[in-house]
């Protein structure tokens, strides 16, 4: 079971804004940097954001982080049928001394 | 272009060893903490282990640590991971990632294509 607590799935239109939640605690996602993975059915994952709201080069600006307390976001906007996917939140845990990934959110464009 | 590339996994049986490497180019190895990140058949991803990038520290997730050991060769740019006392449980694709900084708590941002570990009788 994963410390960080997401929806297993999510669903939206082309064209509409989705929200997958990540909630941790205070010895991971409030004091550490969360990251965000997008993987497609048959790779591996792909960084999506870096340090809560970071951007790599490369990914579209309809993708984009939040960090509130315990808990993070990733909002996607303009939703695509390319984004179907499904999607990790990370943190470093302070008490486990380990890296924590959330159980994944699968993404459907419906 | 940074590259990843896995090699040794395989079919082993209960109780068996093997292990994984990892070798990476197109950055400056020294300057990057390494992990290793796994994924069963049709689950999540679960990370394994971390070191950072002199080898110093090195963290292992509950469920491996006393069984997998991560280490890298610092002059051959390459990661590994021995793997002891293998169960079924340990069955999954294995990835090798780079850390964004030296420290082992930063986040990973390239990712390899796996290799695959198969456990079974």
């Known amino acids: 079971q994963s410390v960080l607590t997401q929806p297993p799935s999510v669903s939206g239109t082309p064209g509409q804004r989705v929200t997958i939640s990540c909630s941790g605690s205070s010895y991971n996602i409030g004091i550490n940097y969360v990251y965000w993975y997008q993987q497609l059915p048959g790779t591996a994952p792909q960084l999506l954001i870096y340090r809560n709201n970071q951007r790599p080069s490369g990914v579209p600006d309809r993708f984009s982080g939040s960090r509130s307390g315990t808990s993070a976001s990733l909002a996607i906007s303009g939703l695509r049928s390319e984004d179907e996917a499904d999607y990790y939140c990370?943190?470093?845990?302070?008490?486990?001394?380990?890296?924590?990934f959330g159980g994944g959110t699968k993404l459907t464009v419906l | 272009e940074v590259q990843l590339l896995e090699s040794g996994g395989g079919l082993v049986q209960p109780g068996g060893s093997l292990r994984l490497s990892c070798a990476a180019s197109g950055f400056t190895f020294t300057s990057h903490a390494m992990n290793w990140v796994r994924q069963a058949p049709g689950k999540g991803l679960e990370w394994v282990a971390s070191i950072d990038e002199s080898g110093d520290r090195r963290d292992h997730a509950d469920s491996v640590k006393g069984r997998f050991t991560i280490s890298r060769d610092n002059s051959k740019n390459t990661l590994y991971l021995q793997m002891n006392s293998l169960t079924v449980e340990d069955t999954a694709l294995y990835y090798c990632a780079r850390g964004t900084t030296i420290d082992t708590t930063s986040g990973v941002d390239y990712w390899g294509q796996g290799t695959l570990v198969t456990v079974s009788s």
């Open positions: 990370a943190a470093w845990d302070d008490s486990l001394s380990g890296r924590l």
